[in-house]
């Protein structure tokens, strides 16, 4: 091939017209673009990985052989559970916790003014900075661990919770303030709903962060859970099974995204549509 025509096929106006043929043969075939796009990353990995790492790194077929065997182990269960149901307790925490305090943030000035500066800085500290005091105050046990999710869910929460607490419409305020509303009225029926849109938004951030954290807690204080079957098998060069550990925590977070695009198609209808508005 000429140098001329190498040109003409590397043009930016033939590398889009060949990724449209790619992509309409795979839409006839049945195969969407996201699982292209994963099997030829997976390809470049396994090709990649076998050519130029040494033997025990991951590669995909080595870690789809080791993956059942994996799933079905007592020791890999029994990580995953102790890993979630923290997670799910620390949320829980941060969920009402954040939401009461956001609330109050974004409704009573002298609240906010009090509470803002804080908020904001403990939201940006790194948890690893958090954590050996942690672990002072609550021990090297699970303790430890529930304290550093609730530290990681809880600003993003409440964050958010203040944020749409001070963007309720004044027209709602005023409705309830002609009809002579009791104030929980107020705080519940119309401050509390018309921040659902900041509290689903913050859900979404504090379940990330209550994740990393929960690992980052089990790698500092060597909890059981799925951070150490990550760190032991990474250590003795097991790197198959500990991808196995970091799929199920990519598994957790899409199942969660998955949750709440569900709930919200299901009980705010309203939701997507403000956001598309």
Do not use: C
Not at 26 to 45: C, F, M, Q, S, Y
Not at 90 to 98: K, N, Q, T, V
Not at 253 to 265: H, V
């Amino acid at each position: 091939m000429s140098g001329t025509q190498v040109q003409s096929a590397l043009a930016p106006g033939a590398i889009e017209r060949g990724a449209t043929r790619v992509l309409g043969w795979a839409a006839d075939v049945g195969i969407g673009p996201k699982v292209l796009a994963g099997l030829a990353i997976l390809t470049v990995w396994q090709i990649g990985v076998g050519a130029l790492a040494p033997p025990f790194v991951a590669k995909p077929l080595n870690i789809i052989a080791v993956m059942p065997g994996v799933l079905a182990g007592r020791e890999f269960l029994m990580a995953t559970y102790y890993t979630l149901s923290a997670v799910f307790q620390g949320l829980a925490i941060a969920l009402i916790a954040g939401t009461v305090i956001g609330v109050a943030m974004g409704r009573v000035k002298i609240i906010d003014r009090l509470l803002n500066f804080y908020i904001n800085g403990f939201y940006t500290m790194p948890m690893i900075a958090v954590l050996p005091l942690l672990t002072i105050w609550f021990g090297y046990e699970d303790k430890a661990r529930l304290a550093t999710v609730v530290f990681a869910a809880f600003f993003s929460i409440a964050i958010n919770a203040r944020d749409g607490a001070r963007s309720v419409p004044p027209e709602f305020l005023e409705v309830a303030r002609a009809y002579r509303s009791p104030a929980y009225l107020v705080w519940f029926d119309i401050t509390l709903f018309s921040s659902l849109p900041y509290l689903i938004a913050g859900m979404r951030l504090a379940a990330g962060r209550a994740l990393v954290g929960a690992v980052i807690a089990e790698f500092f204080v060597s909890l059981d859970g799925l951070g150490l079957y990550i760190l032991a098998h990474t250590r003795t060069y097991q790197h198959n099974e500990a991808v196995v550990g970091v799929l199920m925590l990519a598994a957790f977070g899409l199942a969660f995204e998955g949750a709440m695009n569900k709930i919200t198609r299901r009980y705010f209808p309203w939701y997507r549509r403000d956001a598309r508005g």
